[in-house]
């Protein structure tokens, strides 16, 4: 085990733990709202894939009703499968910290590539399939949920139903920010990745963002230009 490897387990381990405490009444104010409203629900589990492709529970705020996978995993925006708390959960990534506790057992770390289902993962260009979750740890926060942290806006914005955009607009930059990170992470990006997170969580929008990684060693240069042309749409 490399010392980064295990210098990013201590940083995660201490970082969920104080997050937990910090973010308490958060989690409390949340689950109590959950448990008042919508189908008295509060944390939802689903197969994940992992580090290795090693699929695992990831832990989440409920936001969408019981049924709703029945329809698909893709969420598009005004989605009527959203539970009206859920949608408030879900601008704000409250539904997010669950996760925390991924972080703590060790099937997450803070930072990484999103954690997705194995049929989204098998959505991703043949080419970048084995290399996403290779030797990583999937994250809280990482390249792919970075850029798209406004996903659906993004995906109305292609005009196509969206499962389609999500495979064939979504996918692949989305892939090529993640192998890019698999093959740069270290301390300095994982915390220019926390920061700016924190950044975009304050101060939405994706111009910083965008900025900050445009003279990266390596970075995608053709797919930063189509997230560019995508997040023009929006605008």
């Not at 958060?26 to 894939?49: D, I």
């Not at 049929?119 to 792919?144: C, F, H, K």
Request: net charge positive; aromatic share 10%.
């Amino acid at each position: 085990m490399t010392f980064y490897v295990c210098i990013k387990r201590v940083g995660d381990i201490l970082l969920s733990l104080t997050a937990i405490f910090i973010l308490s009444p958060v989690l409390l104010v949340s689950a109590l709202l959950l448990l008042c409203t919508g189908e008295h629900l509060v944390l939802y589990r689903q197969r994940r894939v992992g580090k290795n492709y090693r699929p695992f529970n990831i832990y989440k705020f409920v936001t969408m009703r019981s049924d709703s996978e029945k329809s698909g995993t893709i969420t598009a925006k005004n989605d009527p499968r959203v539970l009206p708390v859920g949608r408030v959960l879900r601008k704000t990534k409250i539904n997010e910290l669950p996760q925390l506790f991924n972080i703590l057992f060790g099937h997450m770390s803070v930072v990484g590539p999103r954690p997705l289902v194995r049929s989204e993962v098998d959505m991703y260009p043949e080419d970048l399939r084995q290399i996403v979750y290779a030797d990583n740890q999937p994250g809280l926060t990482g390249m792919g949920s970075l850029f798209f942290r406004n996903e659906d806006d993004l995906l109305a914005a292609t005009g196509k139903e969206p499962a389609t955009a999500y495979r064939e607009d979504i996918m692949p930059i989305k892939g090529a920010l993640e192998a890019w990170y698999r093959d740069h992470k270290g301390f300095v990006v994982d915390c220019k990745i926390v920061v700016l997170t924190a950044w975009a969580v304050l101060h939405p929008g994706s111009a910083p963002v965008i900025e900050s990684f445009r003279n990266a060693p390596g970075f995608p240069e053709k797919e930063l230009t189509d997230y560019r042309t995508l997040l023009a749409r929006t605008e």
